[in-house]
């Protein structure tokens, strides 16, 4: 089969689209003919070298297509359009039982520490192939899985987003950001977004209420004023190093910063005063349980929450892809089809 490829750890160049072997499915498994598979910045982590990481290596985590074949005990239709929850887990553990399988202690995710949906065909245990419409296709899909469940876990489980509340989304370009955007305005919560210049009109035209532009001196100050000089009750945050210090200082009295990420680096200062005197949390999360996955997805189908799609283009640009999720050329996730 055709998939892009990589062999060891460096830059987009060392990604290659050649013939590898096809997946055989196992027990409890199926094989997917692949439709459509989405980037994220787990891709590029993954490819620049990251522990765990098998070589060579197919990534891609969101991904949708048609089930293709069954392995032993498996019990579903051929053809049936599927998208793929994308988290593992070893189903028996304390966390497993309860039903929180991102705690899980050997957690993986199918295309980080598996190879994954840049690929014509791709294995995944049926358990985690969920069913897609029959009139929803299959890019709008691939864009869906990851960055939805982020969000819905991060601001609903782990923030306790409200209506009438506020939120300030950072990086809001970004997959996760975007569906970020449309998950707190279903909740009815005021958003506040920080993006790049160009990308300021994109922001508002998801319907957030504010959109600052990052490159402004000035944008904290008026984010502050604002929110009538209070702050806001929740940081959404995957910038990590850059923005720590200002968002924490962002956050109204008794509020939640929420961290998904660290795009920017992973060692940041806090002031632990604000921390206290505020009594604010800093609360991490990734990833979500079974019963997250399917609750956003169903808001995901029926219309409730759409996803941005930036491009769709042929896996053979790879290479272009991730230069493009790299420079933050993209808003909206970058989709790629076999």
């Avoid at 553990?93 to 791709?122: N, Q």
């Avoid at 509340?165 to 279903?186: D, K, N």
């Avoid at 210049?197 to 532009?213: F, I, K, Q, Y």
Wanted: net charge negative.
């Amino acid at each position: 089969m055709k998939a892009a490829v990589f062999s060891e750890f460096g830059g987009p160049e060392v990604l290659r689209v050649e013939e590898t072997a096809l997946p055989e499915p196992g027990p409890g498994e199926v094989r997917i003919a692949v439709r459509a598979s989405a980037l994220n910045h787990l891709d590029l982590w993954a490819r620049r070298g990251m522990p765990g990481i098998p070589l060579p290596h197919i990534g891609g985590s969101d991904i949708a297509g048609t089930i293709e074949s069954l392995g032993a005990g498996v019990d579903r239709r051929i053809g049936e359009p599927v998208i793929v929850d994308p988290g593992l887990s070893c189903s028996t553990c304390e966390f497993c039982l309860r039903g929180e399988k991102p705690l899980c202690a050997t957690y993986s995710i199918i295309g980080e520490h598996t190879d994954g949906g840049f690929a014509e065909f791709v294995v995944a245990p049926s358990a985690n192939a969920y069913g897609i419409p029959a009139h929803y296709g299959f890019a709008q899909a691939a864009a869906a899985p990851l960055a939805f469940l982020t969000a819905w876990r991060g601001l609903v489980s782990r923030a306790d987003l409200g209506a009438g509340e506020s939120v300030l989304i950072t990086g809001a370009s970004g997959g996760v950001a975007v569906a970020a955007i449309a998950i707190a305005r279903h909740l009815g919560a005021t958003v506040h977004a920080i993006t790049t210049t160009e990308n300021v009109e994109r922001v508002e035209s998801l319907g957030a209420d504010h959109v600052w532009d990052r490159t402004d001196p000035g944008h904290r100050k008026a984010l502050f004023d604002a929110t009538g000089r209070r702050g806001v009750d929740v940081v959404f945050d995957s910038v990590g190093q850059a923005t720590w210090h200002e968002n924490v200082r962002s956050l109204a009295r008794g509020g939640r910063m929420v961290v998904y990420g660290a795009t920017t680096g992973h060692e940041a200062t806090t002031d632990v005063r604000h921390v206290f005197w505020k009594q604010v949390s800093i609360i991490g999360t990734t990833m979500s349980n079974r019963r997250e996955f399917e609750k956003v997805m169903k808001l995901v189908f029926d219309g409730t929450l759409e996803p941005v799609v930036d491009v769709v283009w042929p896996l053979e640009r790879i290479r272009e892809a991730h230069e493009r999720l790299e420079n933050g050329q993209h808003f909206g996730k970058i989709v790629l089809e076999p």
